[in-house]
């Protein structure tokens, strides 16, 4: 029997993968790994006799004992191998080191069982596709959701038909427990509405994006692309950075073409950066000195960006809507401020 363990992920996490599966399908090649087949190897076995089955559903028992479910977000994708025949997967933001634990709990417990396995390092990926072409481009931002791994199980592989088809022989579901930490750092974000956004998860694919980055401007022009696909009725969204001699210069950014350079104090961007104080404003016109790059906007909200202590530039959104941002995005927005601080003292 061909044997593997895998961690099985829980549905929104599932529905997730399904949905960035389906955007690559629009632009890449390949053989597409089937939704319900989407899971984490944490060891293949390969050819195992019948006879020593038991044994690795014993190993496992004795591996997940006393282990909790694990939370978990996906990342950005990755590959493996060449261009033109890559394996592309999708890797986790949240949850690596526990998943690299429970994957060598089990390998540990295989060996005790006199079992033998791949011991290619672990690397926490769900497999999207693979004998994918990857020579056509850009790939799409993929969906990065959070979830939970609830369960750990021993499947076998048959490989005869025209796709793989698994079967469980031995499930252990993974002690339920509330995410304790989630929680507390994220009280009070329950969404409410279907324009409500999920600012933790937003602020965790952030940090997935910035992770490896060695300079600044990759790491803010995707940050200004995810807010602007996360963020709905959002005109603008990009960066000013101080320029060294007492003012703001255009960064990245997605919109409408800008102003190049504002003055500190000036408008509502230099204005936040001399306050060092997030700028909420329901009215643009209504704002003394507004400086309108666009005559179409008519709210905006500006949040002040740190490095060292102080503050080396702004995130500026914009909105053709009157009192488009809230108190709620306000302080969410922060927290995605937050998140890009702590990826800027590895960036040059």
């Known amino acids: 029997m061909r044997l593997f363990v895998a961690a ?7 529905e997730a993968l399904a949905q960035t599966s389906a955007l690559l399908r629009e632009s890449v090649h390949g053989h597409y790994v089937a939704p319900d087949s989407f899971h984490v190897t944490l ?45 592309l997967w999708q890797g986790f933001s949240r949850g690596v080191d526990e998943l690299a634990g429970l994957a060598g709990d089990v390998r540990e417990c295989l060996v005790e069982a006199g079992l033998s396995f791949d011991a290619t390092l672990f690397v926490p990926h769900v497999t999207l596709m693979r004998a994918a072409d990857l020579s ?6 993929p969906v990065m959701e959070k979830g ?12 005869s ?20 930490e989630y929680e507390e750092t994220y009280a009070g974000w329950e969404l409410s509405g279907e324009d409500a956004v999920d600012y933790p998860l937003l602020s965790a694919q952030l940090r997935a994006l910035g992770e490896g980055e060695r300079t600044r401007i990759p ?32 960064g990245p950014f997605q919109g409408k073409v800008a102003c190049t350079h504002i003055a500190w104090g000036k408008g509502v961007c230099g204005t936040a950066a001399e306050q060092d104080k997030t700028q909420l404003v329901p009215d643009v ?19 002040p960006i740190h490095q060292d202590g102080e ?29 890009l601080e702590e990826l800027l003292p590895g960036l040059r």
Request: some cysteine; charged content about 25%; hydrophobic content about 45%.
């Open 8 to 14: 099985e992920l829980s549905e929104e996490l599932l």
């Open 43 to 87: 060891a293949f076995l390969g050819e195992v006799p019948e006879s020593q089955v038991d044994a690795a559903c014993e190993a496992l028992e004795q591996a997940c004992a006393g282990v909790s479910a694990i939370p978990v977000t996906l990342a950005p994708l990755g590959s493996f191998g060449r261009a033109k025949r890559a394996t």
């Open 136 to 141: 056509g481009g850009e790939l799409p931002m």
């Open 219 to 250: 790491v803010l022009a995707n940050a200004s692309a995810l807010i602007n696909e996360t963020l709905p009725d959002v005109s603008w969204v990009g960066f000013y950075l101080a320029d060294g001699e007492g003012g703001l210069e255009l």
């Open 148 to 159: 939970l791994v609830r369960s750990v199980t021993l499947f076998s592989s048959d490989l």
């Open 161 to 180: 038909g025209d796709r793989p088809r698994y079967e469980a022989l031995q499930r252990v579901w993974l002690e339920e427990e509330s995410d304790d």
């Open 285 to 303: 016109h209504a704002f003394p000195g507004h400086i309108a790059c666009d005559s179409a906007s008519r709210s905006e909200v500006v949040v």
């Open 311 to 339: 503050v080396c530039g702004v995130l500026d959104l914009d909105s053709t809507s009157l009192a488009r941002f809230t108190e709620r995005d306000a302080t969410g927005l922060e927290m995605v401020v937050s998140a």
